[in-house]
């Protein structure tokens, strides 16, 4: 049976071979564990792994996860990367270290808001759309600096980069041209900000892409963890 812990130090090995083949050192990609779904159990052997970056995608579970674990897993880092709708804003400013999926001012407002002064800045991602999917979350290409500027004002947020989904089940071509325009907004926004640093981007089926095209940070789950079956959400 291949374990959490294989699969996890198979993904690093696909993390550091994509790096070597664009000339990118591998410890310039992290990996983020996304463990959606999946119990506490899976994510302390993850833990012993030596992995400590987690990534969550909803309120409820990412706020029972986050009240289960922090006390004995202290230095794990918290990362909110689902949709997150305003009012729900305080679990994520309260609990986790990280939001990539900032989409709006208010959202920004809100956390900058309701982050408790005893912590450190909460880290952030812009969400940008990148695909041609009208239904796809995140901002406009040419609305990332107008947001860029509001998050940058804003004492308890860290404006860290951009986070992004990609079109699923394209072909290589537009898949390729997705990820070379982000990598150009990115490269925009390092440019603007110097202590932007996170590119944020790549899953289980397009990491060596998203390595290829900057990806500072790659969201892997199902390749650690297995599929995820939702039935029973
Ligand atoms: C679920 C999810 C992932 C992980 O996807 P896999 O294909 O399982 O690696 C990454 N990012 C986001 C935003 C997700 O929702």
Same mark, same amino acid.
């Given at each position: ?10 993904? +690093?090995?696909? %993390?550091? $071979?994509? /790096?070597?083949? &664009?000339?990118?050192? *591998?410890?310039?990609?992290?990996? #983020? @564990? ?92 812009? +969400?940008?759309? %990148?695909? $041609?999917? /009208?239904?796809? &979350?995140?901002?406009? *290409?040419?609305?990332?600096?107008? #947001? @860029? ?85």
């Amino acid at each position: 049976m291949t374990t959490i812990t294989d699969r996890l130090a198979i993904a +690093q090995s696909r %993390i550091a $071979q994509a /790096a070597q083949n &664009s000339s990118r050192r *591998a410890e310039d990609v992290q990996l #983020l @564990a996304v463990s959606k779904t999946k119990p506490n159990n899976q994510i302390i052997e993850a833990y012993h792994a030596g992995q400590r970056r987690f990534g969550e995608n909803y309120v409820q579970e990412g706020e029972s996860k986050v009240n289960a674990l922090s006390e004995d897993y202290p230095d794990i880092e918290w990362h909110f990367i689902g949709p997150l709708q305003s009012n729900k804003t305080k679990v994520v400013a309260t609990l986790f270290d990280w939001m990539h999926t900032v989409e709006r001012e208010k959202i920004a407002q809100r956390l900058n808001e309701q982050r408790p002064d005893s912590m450190p800045p909460i880290n952030v991602c812009i +969400q940008v759309n %990148i695909s $041609q999917e /009208a239904s796809k &979350s995140g901002v406009a *290409a040419n609305e990332i600096l107008a #947001l @860029a500027d509001k998050i940058a004002q804003m004492p308890n947020l860290t404006l860290r980069g951009l986070m992004a989904i990609p079109s699923a089940d394209v072909d290589e071509q537009t898949a390729t041209d997705e990820m070379a325009a982000l990598q150009a907004l990115y490269n925009q926004l390092a440019q603007r900000f110097d202590y932007v640093d996170t590119l944020s981007v790549g899953m289980s089926n397009d990491l060596e892409l998203a390595v290829a095209h900057g990806s500072t940070m790659v969201r892997i789950g199902s390749a650690i963890f297995g599929e995820r079956d939702y039935s029973k959400a």
